[in-house]
Structure formats: structure tokens, C-alpha cells
């Protein structure tokens, strides 16, 4: 699967029974509690870190700038997420990272300026990122 492509979102959400608590997973990482994503409220209008898993991946291929959407801790439309947007002209920046998370278990570490879109919180490519990803987290 391309990211080039445009597709439908999938979901993916940590469910309990299956497997361990964000902050456990967060432990084990070495993210700060204060990184999480559920967090990130607290830090509007600032440079932070915010932390998750990555629940969904979707390009919006005929969207003007054609926009990377990568969803932190809940999928679009849940208010219980950061969405780090990154516009096409950025993809090769990214891609390596975007190619890793979209397939599942992976969470994701970004380091920007975070500030509300129509009422979400988000992370633009436009203002820098510092990230990191780990794979097969569970």
C-alpha cells in the first residue's frame, strides 16, 4: 500500500484486553507521562512533545496540498487526539516514518508547535518536527 494512494482511514485503538495500558507502554519507552497524547491539552500554543500510538494514517490525495493526516492516541473523529498534518511537499522528510507506522503497533513521538484546527488539537509540518517512531509496540 501506497501512501500516494488515497484510501479509506482505518482504525486501530488500544483495547485493554489485548493489550498493555498506554502508560505502561509509555514506561517501557521512556516517554514522560507528561508526553502523552491525552496530555497535550495542557500545552496549547507551545513547542512540546506529544506521544502515542498511531491509529490511523490517511493521505487526502485531493485535498489542495494533499495533506498526510497521521493520528496520535484515537482516530479522526475522536477529540482524544493530536493529528500531526504533513503537507505532500514535505513527504520525503517523513517518509521513512510514514512508511513504518502505517501498518500498526507503532507509536510515535513529536516534537512541534501544537495549536487547535477546528477545534483538534494538531501538529503542522509547516512549523518544524522532531520525531521518532517505535514498530511492533504492544
Given amino acids: 500500500r501506497s501512501l500516494s ?3 479509506k482511514p482505518t482504525k486501530r485503538k488500544w483495547n485493554g484486553s ?3 495500558p498506554p ?4 514506561e517501557r ?3 514522560p507521562q507528561s508526553h502523552l497524547w491525552y496530555n497535550a491539552g495542557n500545552h496549547i500554543g507551545e513547542a512540546c512533545t506529544v506521544a502515542g500510538p498511531v ?3 490517511y493521505q487526502a490525495k485531493d485535498a489542495n496540498g494533499m495533506p498526510i493526516f497521521v493520528d496520535i492516541g484515537s482516530a479522526y473523529p475522536s477529540d482524544n487526539r493530536v ?5 505532500a511537499e514535505h513527504y520525503d522528510d517523513f517518509a521513512e516514518m510514514l512508511n513504518a507506522v502505517d501498518h500498526g503497533g507503532a507509536w510515535l513521538s ?5 495549536d487547535v484546527y477546528e477545534g483538534s488539537l494538531q ?4 512549523n518544524g518536527c522532531e520525531y521518532t517512531w517505535w514498530t511492533e509496540v504492544g
Fill in 123 to 126: 501538529m503542522n509540518s509547516d
Fill in 5 to 7: 494512494e488515497s484510501r
Fill in 55 to 57: 491509529v490511523n494514517v
Fill in 110 to 114: 513529536v516534537s512541534s508547535y501544537l
Fill in 29 to 31: 519507552l521512556g516517554i
Fill in 23 to 26: 502508560e505502561a507502554i509509555a
Fill in 83 to 87: 493529528t500531526l498534518v504533513i503537507w
Fill in 18 to 20: 489485548r493489550s498493555r
